[in-house]
Structures are given as structure tokens and as C-alpha cells.
Nanobody, 123 residues
Framework: QVQLVESGGGLVQAGGSLRLSCAASGRTFSSYAMGWFRQAPGKEREFVGGISRSDGRTYYADSVKGRFTISRDNAKNTVYLQMNSLKPEDTAVYYC????????????????WGQGTQVTVSS
């Protein structure tokens, strides 16, 4: 069982930065691939990026590639989403998710989800 808690959301102007954190409970955090997803009002949830269990390989949606960076600290049971050059279209609730094995872009394959944190980017 893994519990996930996101933090770090807020209101930022376009072009600004935010760093989201996702703290995980449990002793087997390093066994899980982690994903970040987001959902804007009236839109479907979409994959933002993910990071593998141990080698730190990262994957990104084309819409955030070059602007967002995912990292993890297995000693702290935490995964991060550094968001730079934010755009109004990045406004959404951001969720972290965990699954054993490899990163999947489809959220249906994730077993555990956080409660989400709101990110609002003003123009």
C-alpha cells in the first residue's frame, strides 16, 4: 500500500516556475515507477511525465518537454515536478501516481494516486 500526498501548487504568472512534490508513504517507494498527470476543467486527464523506479529514466509529454523536469529522491520517498516557463494552458489539478514496474502513459495502469494539487497560471 502506498499513500501519496502532493504539495507545491499555487498561482503563478505566465513564464514563472513552480515545483511540485509528491511524498510517498511505505518502505518500497523505490519499487514504483512514478507518474505525473494533470486534469484541466472539462478536459480528460493527461500524462505529464514519469520517472522509472531506479535508473531515473524520465518520460515527458510533448507539451511539457523542455519545460518540465521530473526527479525523485528514493531516500526521501519523494518525487518532484519542476515546472518552468509556465503557460496558462498548464493550469490544471496535478496528480502523482505510482505503479510497480515501468512508466506507463495511461493512467489506468497506476495503482495509487494522490489527492491532487491545483496549479493556476495567469496570463
Amino acid at each position: 500500500q502506498v499513500q501519496l500526498v502532493e504539495s507545491g501548487g499555487g498561482l503563478v504568472q505566465a513564464g514563472g516556475s513552480l515545483r511540485l512534490s509528491c511524498a510517498a508513504s511505505g518502505r518500497t517507494f523505490s519499487s514504483y515507477a512514478m507518474g505525473w498527470f494533470r486534469q484541466a476543467p472539462g478536459k480528460e486527464r493527461e500524462f505529464v511525465g514519469g520517472i522509472s523506479r531506479s535508473d531515473g529514466r524520465t518520460y515527458y509529454a510533448d507539451s511539457v518537454k523542455g519545460r518540465f523536469t521530473i526527479s525523485r529522491d528514493n531516500a526521501k520517498n519523494t518525487v518532484y515536478l519542476q515546472m518552468n516557463s509556465l503557460k496558462p494552458e498548464d493550469t490544471a489539478v496535478y496528480y502523482c501516481a505510482a505503479r510497480p514496474g515501468t512508466v506507463y502513459r495511461d493512467g489506468r495502469w497506476y495503482d495509487y494516486w494522490g489527492q491532487g494539487t491545483q496549479v493556476t497560471v495567469s496570463s
